[in-house]
Structure formats: C-alpha cells, structure tokens
C-alpha cells in the first residue's frame, strides 16, 4: 500500500455486522489519528455497548450519527447496522463525501438503492465500499485469477454454497423490514463470488425462498435459491441455508465449483483446487498473496484501487440482489441486463 495513506479517523456506524475495518486498528503500518463510535438503525444501545469493547481503541462515543459525522469529522466510515438499513446510515456519510465502508447489503430496498446512487458521483467517489470478503481470500482470488487465465476454458457452469447453523439469531431476523432476507445477508457471498471469480455479467435470474423449519422466525427465510444466466450463456446457482446441523464440526460451510471448456475449480475449506483434462487435482491456493481485506479496503478507498472493491461494484451486486429477491417474492424470472 502506498506510503500516502493519511492518518486514519475512523468510525463505526451501528453495533451488528462485520466491521473489517477493526483490524485496522491492530495494524502497526497504519496511523489511527481517532476512533469514533455512532450508532446505526434500530440496533440500539446495546449492540453498541457490545460491540465497543471489541475496538481495543479509546473511541469517542456519540449518540446521533450527524452529529459524529458532523463533529469527529471521519476520513472513513464503517457501518455495520440492522443489515436492511446498512444503505441509511451509508447515505449519510456519503451525503458529507466521507468513504464508506459497509457490510452487506449495501441497499435493503429500491428506495435506498437510488438514494447511495444519487449520493455518488458519476465517477463512483466518495467510494461505496461493500465487505465481500470473499474477494480477499486466497482461494476465490486464485480461482478468479485461473479463470482469467483461461485455465479452465470457457465457463459454462458455476455454483455456490453457504450453509449455517442457526443458533442464537436476534429478535430482528423475525422482521424482513429489518432483516432484509436470506438472500441478501447470506446468499449475497456467494452470487458476488459469482460474479467475482467468473468474470460474467448475471442477466437474468429466477429465484426462491421460504422458512419451512423456522416457523417462529416469521419472515425469514430459512433457505433460498437463485438460477441465474450467465452473460456469454453459461448459468449459475447460488443456494444457502441456515439449517446446518447443531452437530456439524463447523458453524458454516462454504463451497464454490467453477466448471468450464477445459477444466473444473472447487473451493471448499479454503482451499482452490484445479483439474483439467490434461492433469489431475493441483493445489491453487498459494499462487496469490492478497492483502488482508482492511488494507484492499483502504486502497479503494483513498488511492483509487478498483482491482477488487470499487462503488461499481458494490452498486451492481446491490442492483442484483433486489431484482433477486424480487423474483423470489413474486415467482417470476427476471431480466437483470447490464
């Protein structure tokens, strides 16, 4: 990363989701000028008072986001808030043309899909970063860059998983005008890593979801699926669920297949395997040395870097998972464009 990285004052938005810039805070190669905390929407004190402690940093407190973003005055913004309204504190920051970096989804709805859009200028600044993490991680970076290669040909067929236990979930997840939808805080990582590691614009989608086994949680979604149609005509299926059994020797369980012309790549465990026609299994993993996701976050943010994270990008997956959860609710196939 550039030595021109000005000192940071960071804050943090909300008391739920990810927050990745954290570890920023740890990082001896960056200066942390000031930390502040905000709260988000509808998430409460609670979640802020839990969530503090675990900045390890003396952070201001506030009470209004304005008035932080207003005050403390933030070179960059983490919101991580009730995950259908990451886009109203987001707006707000960007509104000031302060970054943001924010958990997924970056819109829970239409309305503030076109608001983070009018808030950007035509050349995507103040950046609109989303935290697909994916993106950062050995393995679906190799597999991305395999692709790119022509390692395996022409892709003709992709899939993603995303399986966890449920466990513990709050109050909100009862709530789709707070939860957002499975789709959208689950399924989302892998329809980007879609999109990420094929190359391939998705145009077109048809999509279902529904809580079979969760009947207590009302509108969430216990499972989802998506069928999409790949820009050079190759297709694409995401599912994910919340139904990985208490006894699982893991929480979640990630799996990504990226089937082409001349070969296969299978992520699972972390690990990018390639097969070919011509050899059998290989270890891709180690072929990339990505940056930690803080650091690539950063370099979006101030110098431009849009290899990996970028306003574009975090508006057109946005765009993708509404129209997906759209065709969800309704039942029909959707057209998605370009």
């Not at 302060?98 to 239409?110: I, L, Q």
């Not at 950062?136 to 190799?142: D, E, L």
């Not at 892998?190 to 949680?217: C, E, S, W």
Request: charged residues 20%; negative net charge.
């Amino acid at each position: 990363m550039p030595d021109t990285l000005p000192p940071l004052r960071l804050a943090f938005l909300g008391g739920n989701g990810h927050h990745y810039m954290r570890a920023a805070l740890k990082d001896t190669g960056l200066t942390i000028d000031a930390v502040a905390v905000g709260p988000g929407a509808g998430d409460g004190e609670a979640a802020r008072r839990s969530f503090a402690p675990t900045l390890d940093a003396g952070a201001t407190w506030y009470d209004d986001a304005n008035v932080l973003l207003d005050a403390f005055k933030p070179n960059l913004v983490s919101v991580g808030t009730l995950y259908a309204h990451n886009g109203d504190i987001a707006r707000l920051a960007l509104q000031r043309g302060v970054p943001v970096v924010s958990d997924k989804p970056v819109a829970g709805t239409w309305e503030s899909y076109r608001a983070l859009d009018a808030a950007l200028t035509p050349q995507g600044s103040p950046a609109l970063l989303t935290e697909f993490d994916f993106r950062s991680r050995k393995s679906f970076r190799a597999a991305a860059r395999a692709v790119a290669d022509g390692l395996i040909g022409e892709v003709v067929l992709a899939s993603a998983q995303k399986s966890y236990r449920f466990g513990e979930r709050p109050d909100f997840y009862r709530r789709r005008e707070d939860y957002g939808s499975t789709l959208l805080w689950i399924a989302s990582h892998g329809i980007d890593a879609m999109r990420f590691v094929t190359g391939q614009a998705l145009t077109a989608v048809f999509a279902r979801h529904g809580n079979v086994a969760k009947p207590d949680y009302a509108t969430m979604e216990d499972h989802c699926t998506a069928t999409y149609a790949l820009g050079n005509g190759g297709t694409g299926l995401v599912h994910a669920d919340l139904l990985r059994p208490a006894a699982a020797p893991s929480h979640g369980d990630d799996r990504f297949r990226v089937v082409g012309s001349l070969g296969q790549l299978e992520i699972q465990n972390d690990l990018c395997t390639l097969i070919t026609h011509d050899a059998g299994p290989r270890d891709l993993t180690d072929t990339v040395s990505p940056q930690p996701i803080h650091r690539e976050l950063l370099a979006a943010a101030f110098h431009g870097d849009r290899r990996y994270y970028s306003s574009a990008a975090s508006l057109e997956l946005a765009r993708i998972l509404l129209i997906t959860r759209d065709a969800a609710d309704t039942g029909q196939f959707m057209a998605i464009g370009t």
